[in-house]
Each structure stands twice: as structure tokens, then as C-alpha cells.
């Protein structure tokens, strides 16, 4: 059963790089899309990106030039990084596996809060 | 980017009820939507894929149709497990948009 856990701070300061990553266990990375979605506190869900297995990836214009996805095989995780925050970028950052057939499975989530 | 309006935005239903959620492009998409469960504090779950197809182990109760520009996930005899909020997402093309989401509470 494939399950995804995202990891990283929960608490960034405003204008630094939030940085998460995102372990798959039970599959192999080397297959699929993998995606970030992100969810503000009471909002609705906004998607992030997807990097392929091969390194090639998508991202959401409105966070194009702020948004990098990378993906490390050798420890089948994927990570994202979001430069410039501010209290906008507060929310739920869910990792996911996607391609195709929809989003499935995704991580629990984790709430990063964008706060001096 | 494609513009997903979702309807209603919430709705009242009791145990037992019928229960159909609209979700409409602003472009046509094919049949390239989802549809996503999400219960308080936890992640989405996918329900239905490409339009119409239900993702394994989500009960049969759960449907979706539709093709273009218009969507529908319809719950058959709504269940006390199914109040929660629902989201579609196009998938169809860059960048991947979701709709407003649709609550649905006990009426």
C-alpha cells in the first residue's frame, strides 16, 4: 500500500524559502506524477505542481516564479520550495501521487504557518 | 486557466436523500474531472476519475457523469460518512484547476 508523508518546518518567517518533502514508501518514485496541493486555513484547494519521475515538471503560474519541485530516486522522495513567503502562503501542503487516474493517495498534510 | 464553478456552494440533506453536486468548465475538458472527498482535518480522497470512473474501494452509492463542460457527482441515499466538503479538479490541461468545493451538511 503505497503512503506519502510530507516533512519540514511548520513555522517560516516571512520573505525566507519554505521547504517540505514528500517520502513514498510502499511503490517506487520512478513512476508517476507526484504533486504538491496546498489548502489555506477555511479555504478551498490550490494546486501547486507535479514533477515527473524523469525531473520534468509543471507548476501553477500564479507561483511559477517562486515555486521549485525536485525529486531525489535514490531516497524516493520529492520536495518542494517555495521562496519569498508571506502570510499568504499560509496553509495545509499536501503531497500526492497523481497521472492520469486522479490524485491518490495523498499525505496527512502538514500546516505551515508563515509568521515572524 | 480553466475556471471551475462548482454548485451549490452548500446544501442541507438528510440520511437517506439523493444528493447531485455541479461542477462546470469554463472551456471544454473532455472527460478529464475528479471528484474529491474531504472530511475536516483530513486530506481529500478521490471518489471518481475521469468523469466517471470510481476509484476502487469507494462505495457504490457514488457516481459521476458528464463530458465538456459539465459534471455531476451524484450520491444515490446520502450516509452519515458522506457529510463532508467536495471538490472536482480538471485535469485536462496546465494550470490543474479545482472547483470552489460543496458542503454538504445535515439537514
Known amino acids: 500500500q503505497v503512503q506519502l508523508q510530507e516533512s519540514g518546518p511548520g513555522l517560516v518567517k516571512p520573505s525566507e524559502t519554505l521547504s517540505l518533502t514528500c517520502t513514498v514508501s510502499?511503490?517506487?518514485?520512478?513512476?508517476?506524477?507526484w504533486g504538491w496541493i496546498r489548502q489555506p486555513p477555511g479555504k478551498g484547494l490550490e494546486w501547486i505542481g507535479y514533477?515527473?519521475?524523469?525531473?520534468?515538471?509543471n507548476y501553477n503560474p500564479s507561483l511559477q516564479s517562486r515555486v521549485t519541485i525536485s525529486i531525489d530516486r535514490s531516497k524516493n522522495h520529492f520536495s518542494l520550495k517555495l521562496s519569498s513567503v508571506t502570510a499568504a502562503d499560509t496553509a495545509v501542503y499536501y503531497c500526492?501521487?497523481?497521472?492520469?487516474?486522479?490524485?491518490?493517495?495523498w499525505g496527512q498534510g502538514t500546516l505551515v504557518t508563515v509568521s515572524s | 486557466a480553466i475556471q471551475m464553478t462548482q454548485s451549490p456552494s452548500s446544501l442541507s440533506a438528510s440520511v437517506g436523500d439523493r444528493v447531485t453536486i455541479t461542477c462546470r468548465a469554463s472551456?471544454?475538458?473532455?472527460?478529464?474531472l475528479g471528484w474529491y472527498q474531504q472530511k475536516p482535518g483530513k486530506a481529500p480522497k478521490l471518489l471518481i476519475y475521469?468523469?466517471?470512473s470510481l476509484q476502487s474501494g469507494v462505495p457504490s452509492r457514488f457516481s459521476g457523469s458528464g463530458s465538456g463542460t459539465d459534471f455531476t457527482l451524484t450520491i444515490s441515499s446520502l450516509q452519515p460518512e458522506d457529510f463532508a466538503t467536495y471538490y472536482c479538479?480538471?485535469?485536462?490541461?496546465?494550470?490543474?484547476?479545482f472547483g470552489g468545493g460543496t458542503k454538504v451538511e445535515i439537514k
Open positions: 500526492a501521487r497523481g497521472g492520469g487516474k486522479g490524485f491518490d493517495p
Open positions: 510502499g511503490d517506487s518514485i520512478s513512476a508517476y506524477y
Open positions: 514533477i515527473y519521475y524523469s525531473g520534468s515538471t
Open positions: 472551456q471544454g475538458i473532455r472527460n478529464n
Open positions: 475521469a468523469a466517471s
Open positions: 479538479l480538471q485535469d485536462y490541461n496546465y494550470p490543474l484547476t
